[in-house]
């Protein structure tokens, strides 16, 4: 396993053999989010993901009350007494720990609080697909701009899966996804070209 921190783009990736854990930090290093975790990606600028250029924007960004933004932000380990009015990963592991759960268990409990409604990215999960089928078609300069372009016209391929199931990545609907993909993407550049 390999970790790298980007210090221009703020982001931790946490990388095995088949995964990425991408973390973020936002508004001048002051919160520690959680970016994407899934088959591995190439190093890139995901930080878009952490939606912290959209309201309610980084505290320091809208200069009033920070409650709308702990609220939303996908904390990497969410706490009490901040403003996040989520379930704190935080006490549902103390009170494990003091229902006699073991450490792992507690850890385990506190880690599904943390990572409920999480979803894999539609955009990671398609520019996965253009980098790796279509390097030959698609320039590495040009990836980014076609993978935005196409990924309105593939919003049907999607529906069809649940992509807050924290097993999508390893489980076959991933590559029934990834095939559909990789079908939807041969057609358009037949007929549209890149």
Request: negative net charge.
């Amino acid at each position: 396993m390999s970790i790298v921190f980007d210090e221009n783009l703020d982001l931790f990736c946490l990388e095995t053999a088949n995964t990425s854990y991408i973390i973020g930090l936002a508004d001048h290093r002051t919160f520690v989010g959680h970016v994407y975790y899934g088959r591995r990606v190439r190093r890139q600028d995901l930080r878009y993901l952490l939606r912290t250029g959209e309201a309610p924007f980084v505290p320091s960004g809208n200069e009033r009350e920070c409650c709308s933004f702990y609220d939303t932000f996908p904390a990497e380990y969410s706490g009490n007494g901040v403003g996040d009015y989520r379930e704190s990963s935080i006490a549902v592991r103390t009170q494990a720990r003091l229902e006699g759960y073991p450490a792992d268990g507690a850890q385990e409990l506190a880690m599904k609080v943390l990572t409920e409604g999480l979803r894999y990215s539609k955009h990671a999960i398609l520019r996965e697909v253009v980098e790796n089928e279509f390097a030959g078609e698609v320039p590495g300069e040009k990836c980014e701009a076609f993978t935005q372009k196409l990924l309105p016209l593939v919003g049907n391929v999607f529906s069809i899966y649940d992509l807050s199931d924290d097993n999508f990545a390893l489980s076959p609907e991933y590559d029934l996804l990834y095939t559909e993909l990789t079908g939807a993407v041969i057609l358009y550049i037949e007929e549209y070209g890149v």
